[in-house]
């Protein structure tokens, strides 16, 4: 490896003794996964944030989130932290992948949690290039901090969190109440209630076990909303089907193109993904939520596809799950609106993690767990409860977990495409098999995504209207 030269300058400067260790060798892209490593290392990553102030660097635990409200308390400052574009174009005119966790590092004002400079232990730091650390011991660091870099308490260990697979209905009980004291109660009484089913979504969930529906019956609660019905039959016009001829009617794209059961989940996902708005402000706008729906939808549909028939899940039940996959963010922003714009700055300063740890940590509870609740109340199907509730946990194998877990590996594949928010994490071997596909097939089907990425963007751009 080159080590940059004004690393190695600073280092040599300070007489600092180190080492590079490299990453374990997983069998996947060490840059790809630059965060899972850092966790799974216990080393030091780097923040970056800014305000009218100027630039100042973070430098906590990769397993940990960085407290930003705290941090802001503390300096009396309204940092937010710096676009990845901007770092990526600060870190590359120096030769690097991502700004170094080295105190001061290019003069920079640094903030240490007090965890790296109290562990007794040799610290790991992150080098800036992958795939290798910095590995000092823990005096060393003190030797690094000037006048410029201060220590404070500003990281929450994940480990520290409780396990979001606990008592739902408690948590949002605890988090609304807590929300309630901020003297809100009117608001978030209303809000509790939520929304109401859309009329449109309950004559389709009522369709849905009606062993005697027919095409008639669907095309009639579709195109009685004319919205609906102009979406579905412009999503089977895509050349993404490459429908043969016009299609002119609900009729026509369930017969020729998209079938029975896909239109049913189809008009059911729009309309109740409908039912909230989508925040203007924030990672999801109403172009980004719905190109990530479409593109989670569409790689559900493609390994569904990819599964042999004996062991394939309902596949209008999992291309829904994809569609409906991050719906739990709308409720949050909905149920929470004064806590929203801290999420989505604690979001962005801790992109290492899922944005549902930084939920738990900052309100209690999560997107995941609102989701399945209000779904539960809607009496939406069990597996799409479960799909919803459990989509980030691998290891997750209970009842209807298949559809969970293609949600899981869906999220990973666009991740690295850079499709989806969330920090990229390796798709275990056991988890393949548990839904008998391999890596072969996973490939097959994201280059597949990829080939369509430009119809896709249509459809998403016609849902976001």
Same mark, same amino acid.
């Given at each position: 490896?080159?080590?940059?030269?004004?690393?190695?300058?600073?280092?040599?400067?300070?007489?600092?003794?180190?080492?590079?260790?490299?990453?374990?060798?997983?069998?996947?892209?060490?840059?790809?996964?630059?965060?899972?490593?850092?966790?799974?290392?216990?080393?030091?990553?780097?923040?970056?944030?800014?305000?009218?102030?100027?630039?100042?660097?973070?430098?906590?635990?990769?397993?940990?989130?960085?407290?930003?409200?705290?941090?802001?308390?503390?300096?009396?400052?309204?940092?937010?932290?710096?676009?990845?574009?901007?770092?990526?174009?600060?870190?590359?005119?120096?030769?690097?992948? !991502?700004?170094?966790?080295?105190?001061?590092?290019?003069?920079?004002?640094?903030?240490?949690?007090?965890?790296? !400079?109290?562990?007794?232990?040799?610290?790991?730091?992150?080098?800036?290039?992958?795939?290798?650390?910095?590995?000092?011991?823990?005096?060393?660091?003190?030797?690094?901090?000037?006048?410029?870099?201060?220590?404070?308490?500003?990281?929450?260990?994940?480990?520290?969190?409780?396990?979001?697979?606990?008592?739902?209905?408690?948590?949002?009980?605890?988090?609304?109440?807590?929300?309630?004291?901020?003297?809100?109660?009117?608001?978030?009484?209303?809000?509790?209630?939520?929304?109401?089913?859309?009329?449109?979504?309950?004559?389709?969930?009522?369709?849905?076990?009606?062993?005697?529906?027919?095409?008639?019956?669907?095309?009639?609660?579709?195109?009685?909303?004319?919205?609906?019905?102009?979406?579905?039959?412009?999503?089977?016009?895509?050349?993404?089907?490459?429908?043969?001829?016009?299609?002119?009617?609900?009729?026509?794209?369930?017969?020729?193109?998209?079938?029975?059961?896909? !239109?049913?989940?189809?008009?059911?996902?729009?309309?109740?993904?409908?039912?909230?708005?989508?925040?203007?402000?924030?990672?999801?706008?109403?172009?980004?939520?719905?190109?990530?729906?479409?593109?989670?939808?569409?790689?559900?549909?493609?390994?569904?596809?990819?599964?042999?028939?004996?062991?394939?899940?309902?596949?209008?039940?999992?291309?829904?799950?994809?569609?409906?996959?991050?719906?739990?963010?709308?409720?949050?922003?909905?149920?929470?609106?004064?806590?929203?714009?801290?999420?989505?700055?604690?979001?962005?300063?801790?992109?290492?993690?899922?944005?549902?740890?930084?939920?738990?940590?900052?309100?209690?509870?999560?997107?995941?767990?609102?989701?399945?609740?209000?779904?539960?109340?809607?009496?939406?199907?069990?597996?799409?409860?479960?799909?919803?509730?459990?989509?980030?946990?691998?290891?997750?194998?209970?009842?209807?977990?298949?559809?969970?877990?293609?949600?899981?590996?869906?999220?990973?594949?666009?991740?690295?495409?850079?499709?989806?928010?969330?920090?990229?994490?390796?798709?275990?071997?056991?988890?393949?098999?548990?839904?008998?596909?391999?890596?072969?097939?996973?490939?097959?089907?994201?280059?597949?995504?990829?080939?369509?990425?430009?119809?896709?963007?249509?459809?998403?751009?016609?849902?976001?209207?």
């Amino acid at each position: 490896m080159h080590f940059p030269s004004n690393l190695k300058k600073l280092l040599d400067t300070k007489q600092i003794n180190y080492s590079l260790t490299m990453y374990t060798n997983d069998n996947f892209e060490d840059n790809a996964f630059r965060d899972h490593h850092l966790r799974n290392s216990n080393a030091a990553r780097s923040v970056l944030l800014e305000d009218g102030q100027g630039k100042v660097l973070a430098l906590v635990p990769a397993n940990c989130i960085l407290d930003l409200n705290r941090l802001c308390q503390l300096l009396g400052r309204e940092l937010k932290a710096v676009s990845p574009a901007e770092i990526e174009t600060m870190a590359s005119s120096k030769g690097l992948d !991502v700004i170094p966790a080295i105190p001061n590092i290019n003069g920079l004002e640094t903030v240490i949690d007090d965890q790296l !400079v109290n562990s007794e232990n040799p610290v790991l730091l992150d080098s800036g290039k992958s795939p290798h650390l910095l590995e000092i011991d823990h005096n060393a660091l003190e030797s690094l901090m000037s006048d410029k870099a201060k220590q404070m308490d500003i990281a929450v260990p994940v480990d520290s969190i409780e396990d979001e697979n606990t008592d739902d209905l408690r948590d949002i009980t605890e988090a609304v109440t807590s929300f309630t004291n901020h003297r809100i109660k009117q608001r978030l009484e209303d809000t509790l209630e939520m929304p109401p089913l859309p009329e449109t979504a309950q004559r389709i969930i009522k369709l849905r076990v009606d062993p005697n529906a027919d095409i008639a019956d669907l095309s009639n609660i579709v195109e009685i909303d004319p919205s609906l019905a102009a979406q579905v039959v412009s999503w089977a016009s895509s050349p993404y089907y490459s429908a043969p001829g016009k299609i002119r009617s609900i009729h026509d794209a369930i017969v020729r193109v998209l079938g029975f059961d896909m !239109v049913l989940n189809l008009a059911l996902g729009i309309a109740l993904s409908r039912t909230l708005s989508i925040p203007k402000n924030g990672p999801y706008g109403s172009q980004p939520y719905w190109r990530s729906a479409v593109y989670m939808a569409a790689t559900m549909e493609g390994l569904v596809t990819a599964i042999e028939r004996q062991h394939r899940p309902g596949f209008g039940l999992a291309y829904l799950s994809g569609l409906l996959h991050n719906f739990g963010y709308l409720i949050i922003a909905d149920v929470f609106p004064s806590y929203y714009d801290r999420l989505c700055d604690s979001w962005d300063a801790n992109q290492h993690l899922e944005q549902t740890i930084i939920e738990r940590q900052q309100i209690g509870v999560s997107r995941n767990q609102m989701c399945a609740w209000l779904m539960e109340v809607w009496n939406l199907p069990e597996e799409i409860l479960v799909a919803l509730r459990q989509q980030n946990n691998p290891d997750y194998d209970g009842e209807h977990a298949i559809y969970a877990n293609l949600l899981y590996i869906s999220q990973q594949l666009l991740r690295r495409k850079g499709l989806t928010c969330g920090p990229k994490e390796p798709i275990p071997k056991h988890l393949l098999e548990r839904v008998y596909l391999s890596d072969d097939i996973l490939e097959d089907t994201i280059d597949n995504i990829m080939e369509s990425a430009m119809e896709l963007e249509n459809i998403a751009n016609e849902l976001a209207g």
